[in-house]
């Protein structure tokens, strides 16, 4: 009941122009209705982004997408088979699309997902529009999984609180925009999932427009593919075989499980944060399933900043 009353108030927000931030299955999300230019504009001024980024528009049907987008047969397959789940897609602009030009900085392209989480539906269906939602998160720091995390970044917010995100990583971005699927980001959706050929090998994926290499950074520093641990780093472990260590440590996945590696990967970056420790060793993670966005985060958190 609460929530339900929650969801409207948040909604009158949203169609006053206003921003609220939303759980999804990946992260939480700093919502804006997608059709309003000055929404748009504001989520960019509350993550103080560098420049324009395209923005997600989120939808709460395929069929709402399909108004929204120019979908190729085989784009509808994968929305049909995916949605709602972790993948965006980007096609062409529909000629009658309403969202904003800015939400797409200008590209004739857009972006689109359906999100697999209760409250972010009904979010979308009271709102009665699209919404933009990039992480709720400034513009480089580490994405919220939580509703605390977000209350951390922006103390002032609207945040619908739905508990920890399940999937923990952003969605799977691919395109649709000359006949062939491309991905462009790595996220929630493994490349095996997808089951299509895209691209060869991991060093193939195509970075989506406006990606800066350092992102998703924590205070500390990140070492990579650390196999001890030096003395005054926190340990971030993956699988049973963790180098000895007495400082504070935190493990993806004790048996090795990259989707649960994943649902708490941010998470755990936000507690050995806390800790203020001066960096972060991070055991090897696979690069299959789950573990390629794994990866891409936190080599973005490891870049030079
Ligand atoms: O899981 C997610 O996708 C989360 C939740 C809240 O839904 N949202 C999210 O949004 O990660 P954001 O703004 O952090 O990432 C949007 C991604 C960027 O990589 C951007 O370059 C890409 O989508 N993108 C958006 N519009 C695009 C377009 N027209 N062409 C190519 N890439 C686009
Ligand atoms: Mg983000």
């Known amino acids: 009941m ?6 409207a108030a948040a909604a009158a ?14 992260v939480y999300g700093l919502g804006a209705d997608a059709t309003s230019g000055v929404g748009v504009a504001r989520v960019y001024e509350a993550k103080a982004r560098p420049q324009f980024n395209p923005l997600i528009t989120h939808v709460a049907s395929a ?18 088979r995916f949605w709602p789940g972790p993948l965006t897609i980007v096609v062409p602009r529909a000629a009658s699309c309403p969202v904003a030009m800015l939400a797409s900085a200008g590209l004739s392209s857009i972006a689109l997902r359906v999100p697999a989480h209760e409250v972010a539906l009904e979010l979308i269906r009271a709102s009665g529009v699209p919404l933009v939602a990039p992480s709720a998160n400034p ?48 996220g929630g959706l493994s490349r095996e999932a997808l089951g299509i050929a895209l691209g060869e090998s991991n060093s193939e994926i195509l970075h989506a427009p406006g990606g800066l290499l350092s992102h998703y950074a924590p205070n500390a520093a990140v070492r990579l593919n650390a196999t001890h641990v030096e003395p005054g780093e926190a340990l971030l472990a993956f699988g049973p075989h963790v180098p000895a260590h007495s400082g504070p440590m935190r493990n993806l ?24 420790v001066a960096r972060i060793a991070v055991m090897p993670i696979p690069l299959h399933g789950l573990g390629e966005a794994i990866h891409d985060r936190l080599t973005r958190a490891a870049a030079p900043r």
Not at 15 to 25: D, I, Q
Not at 64 to 78: C, I
Not at 147 to 153: C, D, L
């Open 2 to 7: 609460r929530q339900g009353m929650d969801i």
């Open 13 to 26: 927000e949203i169609k006053a122009g206003r921003l609220v931030a939303f759980p999804t299955e990946t």
């Open 63 to 80: 069929d709402e997408a399909f108004n929204l987008g120019d979908f190729s047969q085989d784009a509808k397959a994968l929305a049909h």
């Open 139 to 186: 513009s480089g720091r580490i994405s919220p999984t939580r509703a605390e995390h977000v209350r951390g970044y922006f103390p002032q917010l609207t945040v619908l609180d739905g508990g920890a995100c399940a999937v923990g990583v952003e969605s799977t971005v691919v395109s649709f925009l000359d006949g062939t699927a491309r991905l462009l980001r790595p």
């Open 253 to 276: 996945s004790p048996s090795g499980d990259l989707a649960e590696a994943a649902a708490c990967l941010f998470e755990n970056l936000h507690a050995l944060d806390a800790e203020k």
